[in-house]
């Protein structure tokens, strides 16, 4: 039973404001309220709203007979000892305890956990939640949960699992989480139009909120994920159909026509003929007379590069400038550095704007943009900081999709007076699902690779073949080629996994056990953004031979030299973010490789390995991601969504997806502007919070 703390005027007072600081929660002091501030938890309405990552079920008890080693399980059994406490070292301390029930004995350890010798007692009952150890002869557990039968706080019942912080435990947050919902339930405003939720048999707001964060049954837990799913994806389809429809009525100049062979005679290749055709799809737009907003897919090396800088000519040539936003200083710098010297030769005068600039060269590039001395500029986040003004901005280009949402190509398409919009991603999903998930957006699909290019070749392997893997690596290095490693990401419990001590570690293993005479680096995504340019610059230049990374290199710097990918733990990545990975290699004239390492034996796993090793096709590997993940499990790990969805999931709720975009027309269609729907509104202007003019 979860104990209440707290007076009936703090109660009061968090009835009436979802918008009231979480400190008026019972237990969350100044130190708390700041490492809940890291989560971008700061109100209640925004503790409530801090869902689960995943489920785990512990509602069934089994004997310690029939526990498995390596399967998490509860189990209920008597202290048989007075737990004992051994000092092993500064900063390890363990408490042992011995547990029976009538088929067994449990030997169990906590490390660092002092308080439980005095809170475990000899008689008395617990439930433990762990992992179990041992053999079938001597079963053990290490820091197991543990608590009172009938509590059924972090056992007996569907538990959920949160992303935390240091300084917040499940059990902190679980039990705020339970006091928030019991103070704001019943204010909690339901955007959904009552005749939408009966339409699609959804639960109402306040159930949906109890029964994801406490479900009383995996029915109840399906319901509430539904219903909050649902209004996700209608919110979302609503804010892309307002975008649309304003797009619709504001008109622009149309461009001119130019004649593009200078451009096409001066490429030292030729393009494929769906690199033209999405030429030709984009250029149509910018001579249409409304602003274009056009999405180019194409695959890891598909040449949408060369898209991008046909339109910057096209642009540059009708007189008006064209920037190009990339997500990172060292993509920016390797796009200024391929598209200068193919453009400014043809009359496209070219500049380079990033945050890593020094002050004198940043204050020329903005004083030569805004006076118009520049058609086309290439940059980060810097092409939207305030003071960069354009002279007449006609085209917004944005590499990589899933770094920049609605609001970032809103914020850069604001520095000019409805300019068109190119937006460029090498994350292929189906074409049905992207004209749903895009709904702002043409789409044009590169589907042809430039001939020449050398697949790369893959493999997936046992975890017993590192031997054989780490000689390959030395091999291919000694003949001057370099390796990405990918390395395993361990859950560490409740905790959320460490990456900087993951990739640290195993850096360092590999620098003194595996290979001490080559040059190891690692790169991981708690670093500064800085830093990580810096280790992928110096990796660039040749100046290491092993690059150990978590994924933040899945987008990342070209490194023609790179020959060879090692995903470690491939069974934990979706099959698309490993063609993503895989993509870091195979840009160069050298034979490639891609070994995925899984000790993993489920069918699953299997039958995902094998399509990476039979085919190239993001298009492909996309389809069958979307097939092999089903409709999902809620007990499992949730899969990657888009960025801004906090439930759905695009791989899981495709249905749902579909469903909730027809509703969303239906609305616009009988209420065009919302005015009987305030409060819908409302929450799509906060979830599209840089672009609050789509209602105006």
Same mark, same amino acid.
């Given at each position: ?83 004992? !406490? ?431 005479? !080559? ?125 801004? !969805? ?51």
């Amino acid at each position: 039973m979860i104990e209440k703390i707290g007076s009936q005027e703090r109660r009061r007072h968090m009835e009436a404001e979802l918008t009231a600081s979480v400190r008026e929660i019972s237990g969350i002091g100044q130190q708390r309220a700041r490492a809940l501030g890291k989560l971008g938890i700061e109100t209640l309405g925004q503790l409530i709203g801090w869902f689960p990552r995943k489920y785990d079920d512990r509602t069934s008890i089994r004997r310690i007979a029939d526990l498995v080693p390596g399967e998490s399980a509860c189990v209920q059994a008597m202290i048989a000892a007075p737990p004992t !406490l051994s000092h092993i070292r500064k900063g390890m301390d363990l408490v042992k305890v011995r547990a029976v029930d009538d088929s067994g004995v449990l030997d169990v350890t906590f490390f660092n956990q002092t308080w439980l010798k005095g809170s475990l007692r000899q008689g008395e009952t617990y439930i433990f939640y762990g992992k179990a150890e041992g053999n079938l002869l001597r079963r053990q557990m290490a820091s197991p949960v543990v608590e009172p039968p009938g509590r059924r706080e972090m056992t007996g019942r569907i538990v959920p699992i949160y992303p935390l912080t240091a300084g917040v435990s499940q059990l902190i947050l679980s039990r705020s989480i339970r006091q928030g919902l019991d103070a704001c339930r019943d204010i909690l405003p339901d955007v959904l139009p009552d005749e939408v939720r009966r339409d699609h048999q959804l639960c109402r707001i306040g159930y949906a909120y109890e029964n994801i964060h406490f479900p009383h049954s995996p029915e109840a837990l399906a319901l509430s994920r539904r219903r909050l799913a649902f209004e996700e994806l209608f919110l979302f389809a609503i804010g892309l159909r307002r975008l649309r429809r304003r797009r619709e009525v504001v008109h622009v100049s149309p461009c001119q026509a130019v004649d593009m062979e200078p451009f096409y005679r001066s490429l030292p290749f030729s393009l494929t003929d769906a690199q033209r055709r999405c030429i030709d799809e984009a250029l149509g737009d910018m001579r249409s007379g409304l602003p274009m907003n056009r999405l180019c897919q194409g695959d890891v090396g598909s040449g949408k590069t060369m898209v991008a800088a046909a339109c910057a000519y096209f642009c540059a040539k009708n007189h008006r400038q064209a920037a190009l936003m990339a997500p990172t200083e060292i993509l920016a710098r390797q796009h200024y550095a391929g598209l200068a010297p193919l453009l400014e030769p043809l009359g496209v005068r070219c500049a380079l704007l990033t945050g890593g600039l020094p002050a004198r060269e940043k204050r020329a590039a903005t004083a030569a943009l805004a006076a118009g001395a520049i058609d086309f500029i290439i940059g980060t986040h810097a092409l939207l900081s305030q003071g960069v003004e354009y002279r007449d901005l006609g085209l917004v280009v944005t590499d990589e999709q899933h770094r920049f949402g609605v609001a970032q190509r809103a914020a850069l398409a604001a520095k000019g007076t409805h300019p068109h919009t190119l937006v460029m991603s090498a994350t292929p999903i189906p074409r049905t699902l992207a004209l749903i998930l895009y709904g702002d957006l043409e789409v044009s699909i590169i589907d042809q690779l430039p001939p020449g290019r050398t697949p790369v070749e893959t493999y997936a392997v046992p975890g017993s073949y590192h031997p054989r893997v780490y000689q390959f690596i030395r091999k291919l290095v000694s003949q001057g080629r370099q390796a990405y490693i990918v390395c395993p990401m361990v859950d560490a419990g409740d905790a959320p996994p460490d990456e900087r001590k993951a990739v640290t570690d195993y850096a360092k293993m590999l620098q003194e056990e595996v290979f001490p005479e !080559l040059r190891v680096s690692f790169v991981h995504g708690r670093m500064k953004p800085r830093e990580k340019e810096a280790v992928m610059s110096a990796f660039a230049a040749g100046e290491a031979d092993i690059l150990v990374s978590t994924t933040v290199i899945e987008v990342g710097v070209d490194v023609p030299n790179a020959a060879v990918m090692v995903i470690e733990n491939a069974e934990r990545f979706g099959l698309s973010q490993l063609h993503q990975l895989r993509g870091r290699v195979g840009r160069g004239r050298h034979q490639s490789y891609c070994i995925l390492i899984s000790d993993s034996r489920t069918e699953e796993t299997k039958a995902r390995l094998r399509i990476m090793s039979r085919t190239a096709d993001g298009f492909k590997i996309a389809e069958e991601d979307l097939r092999l993940r089903g409709p999902g499990d809620f007990f499992g790990q949730r899969q990657h969504g888009l960025p801004g !969805l906090r439930v759905a999931d695009i791989g899981c709720d495709t249905q749902l997806l579909q469903e909730a975009q027809e509703a969303a027309e239906g609305l616009l269609e009988r209420d065009p502007e919302l005015k009987g729907h305030p409060a819908t509104a409302q929450r799509v202007i906060e979830l599209f919070t840089q672009n609050e003019d789509i209602f105006n």
